[in-house]
């Protein structure tokens, strides 16, 4: 049986682009007034003006200070070189509330399971793991976790996953904690009760081994410490400079289980996310709503691995369609990500990288059968 689901396997990646160790796989243990309905072209206007962006004179760090490389925000000094953790946190209904969400400094969203409508899954980001107070809920990761976490030299923090993991888990860079956090009596089904808690990731790194800096890890030289490229804290990025720019005060995504969407507030320059018709709030941290800075959306293939709904995404591709938005506006742009360890950048319609703002950062990833189902008003 071993030996067939690895030919299974073997055939699924065949036609998958090849990433930085070759290794794929899978297994499971435990304001236009008007609504802009958003199509498959490619913009073609390039930005008004690009040199300023080339010729911009750094900005010097406050004393003890460094820019995050996650978020783009002075944060202390002595986290410069800790990795970050990246966690697998449950979506559907059942477990709301989350806690600590509004405490990650990226979060991604993608679809879990073509089953149930859809239901996605977050993978939130966090650089300064050791202030948590309260994490989750955990649950199990997927494929496209697995090829997109290790851009960031993170060490990803899940309960499992299918079968279709294994050959990704082989990768040597692919470091991870699975199963090993604190439950919490909350009255829901065993499955939604598992949290990362004060202590779990310090036991967590003693028990397993794995570096907690860039420098001590065998990887730590392959990926990029410039990850995003962000624009200047006193000057943000406005999109003014781009012809091809709309506006986005309000955007839906094609997620049909959970019909998220985000409204921009002027008055915190930030989009606050809904989901399930209600505000998506941070039930350990005073009830604040989710809200980023930046929203980058990705169109990707997707892939229906079997029968039961488990599927992925193919997040190492060039040149593919997205959007940048940000501050009540929206670009089209193009993304691509070379391997699992390469990050994934992202290109305007004149082929330069984008400056993203200093803040949080949504990240989607849809697939492109649905993409043209987003709507922005």
């Known amino acids: 049986m071993k030996k067939l ?19 794929k796989a899978p297994e499971e243990t435990a304001s236009t007034e008007a609504a802009i309905v958003i199509g498959s ?9 690009t040199e300023a962006a080339a010729t911009e004179v750094p900005e010097e760090a406050p004393e003890g200070m460094y820019a995050s490389e996650l978020t783009g925000e002075w944060i202390d000094q002595s986290l410069q070189d800790q990795r970050p953790i990246a966690v697998m946190v449950d979506d559907e209904k059942t477990a709301l509330p989350h806690y600590g969400l509004s405490k990650a400094d ?4 993608m679809v879990n399971s073509t089953a149930n409508e859809g239901v996605t899954r977050f993978m939130v980001m966090v650089k300064d793991w050791a202030q948590i107070k309260q994490l989750g809920s955990i649950r199990s990761t997927r494929p496209t976790n697995l090829q997109i976490f290790p851009e960031w030299g993170a060490v990803l923090c ?11 888990y082989k ?17 829901k089904p065993r499955e939604f009760t598992e949290y990362i808690l004060p202590g779990d990731l310090e036991k967590n790194f003693k028990n397993s081994g794995y570096s907690q800096t860039y420098s001590d890890w065998k990887y730590g030289d392959q990926i990029s410490r410039q990850h995003y490229q962000f624009a200047s804290h ?10 091809d720019a709309v506006d986005c005060k309000t955007i839906k995504l094609p997620f049909h289980h959970n019909n998220p969407y985000l409204e921009y507030d002027a008055e915190s320059q930030t989009y606050k996310y809904f989901q399930y018709g209600q505000a998506e709030s941070d039930a350990g941290n005073g009830n604040t709503q989710l809200a980023f800075t930046n929203l980058l959306l990705q169109s990707a293939r ?3 691995l079997d029968d039961h709904g488990y599927m992925m995404y193919y997040p190492s591709e060039s040149n593919r369609e997205g959007w940048y938005i940000t501050q009540g506006k929206a670009i089209r742009v193009t993304w691509t ?3 699992d360890l390469d990050a994934t950048r992202y290109y305007d319609s004149d082929g330069n990288e984008i400056k993203i703002n200093v803040g949080k950062t949504y990240v989607a990833l849809i697939s492109d059968k649905e993409w043209d189902n987003i709507t922005m008003e």
């Not at 899940?158 to 990704?168: E, I, R």
């Not at 006193?234 to 012809?243: A, E, M, Q, R, V």
């Open 5 to 23: 689901s690895c030919l299974m396997v073997l055939a699924l990646t065949g036609a998958m682009l090849i990433t930085a160790c070759g290794k």
């Open 41 to 49: 072209e490619t913009a073609t206007e390039a930005p008004a003006s």
């Open 337 to 339: 990500k070379l391997n």
């Open 158 to 168: 899940h309960d499992g996953g299918p079968f279709w993991n294994d050959n990704f």
């Open 106 to 109: 990226i979060v991604y969203e």
């Open 234 to 243: 006193s000057t943000p990025n406005t999109l003014s400079d781009y012809s």
């Open 171 to 187: 990768n040597d860079f692919v470091e991870r904690f699975s199963g090993t956090f604190s439950r919490v009596n909350n009255g």
């Open 302 to 304: 997707l892939e229906q």
